[in-house]
C-alpha cells in the first residue's frame, strides 16, 4: 500500500469514527432526555442568554428562522420553551426557557460541540489555524463545500429540499428525531 493510500485510509477512517462519534452521542441524548442535538443546543442557548427573539435565536446558532420557528414550536409543545411578549415592546415575541427546560439541561451531558470547541480553544492559535485549513479542504475533496452548514453536530438525517417534509411515520412534536428531520444542511 502506497503512502497516500494510508494516509487516505486514516483520513477516511478518522471521518467515519467524527460520524459516528455524532450518531452516539445524538442516539444517546435523544434517549436520555428525548431531545435531538439540535433542540438541546437551542435550549441551551436560551438558557444561557436568556429570553431570545426567533431571529435572533437563528443568528445565535445559525439557522434559518424557519427551521428554528419549527423547532421552537416542536420544544414549546413538550413545555420546554414559552413565548412571552417583550415588556418594553408588547411587538416583539420572545423565546424562553421553562423550569422544565433547566432541568434537562442541568442533568443532560455537555453537547458535543462544545466539548469540541473546550478542546480546540486550547490548542495553540498556528494549529487550530492549521486544522481549520486543512478540515475546509477535506470538504472541499468531498464535494461538501456546495453544502451550507450550520455549526451543530447532530445525527439527523438530511432531507432533500424537495423532499422537507415528515415522513409518514413521524409524530411532529414529540421530539422523535423520525419526525425532526430539519434540513440543517441545504445546497447553495
Known amino acids: 500500500m502506497s503512502d ?28 436520555c432526555h428525548g431531545l435531538t442535538g439540535p433542540q438541546a443546543l437551542i435550549l441551551s442557548v436560551v438558557a444561557r442568554e436568556g429570553p431570545l427573539t426567533a431571529g435572533e435565536l437563528a443568528r445565535r446558532v445559525s439557522l434559518s428562522q424557519a427551521s428554528i420557528t419549527d423547532v421552537v414550536k416542536r420544544l414549546e409543545s413538550r413545555g420546554m420553551l414559552e413565548r412571552l411578549r417583550a415588556d418594553e415592546d408588547r411587538r416583539r415575541v420572545l423565546v424562553s426557557v421553562t423550569e422544565s427546560a433547566r432541568l434537562v439541561l442541568k442533568t443532560s451531558p455537555p453537547l458535543l460541540q462544545e466539548t469540541f470547541i473546550s478542546r480546540f480553544h486550547g490548542l495553540p492559535v498556528e494549529e487550530r489555524q492549521s486544522l481549520t485549513e486543512a478540515l475546509r479542504r477535506v470538504a ?36 422523535d428525531p423520525s419526525g425532526d428531520q430539519i434540513q440543517f444542511l441545504r445546497r447553495k
Open 140 to 175: 472541499d475533496m468531498m464535494d461538501a463545500g456546495s453544502w451550507d452548514a450550520a455549526p451543530i453536530l447532530s445525527g439527523e438525517p438530511v432531507v432533500p429540499q424537495a423532499e422537507e417534509h415528515l415522513p409518514a411515520t413521524a409524530t411532529p412534536g414529540t421530539g
Open 4 to 31: 497516500v493510500s494510508s494516509l487516505s485510509d486514516q483520513i477516511l477512517t478518522s471521518l467515519r469514527r467524527i460520524m459516528r462519534a455524532v450518531d452516539l452521542h445524538s442516539r444517546e441524548l435523544y434517549r
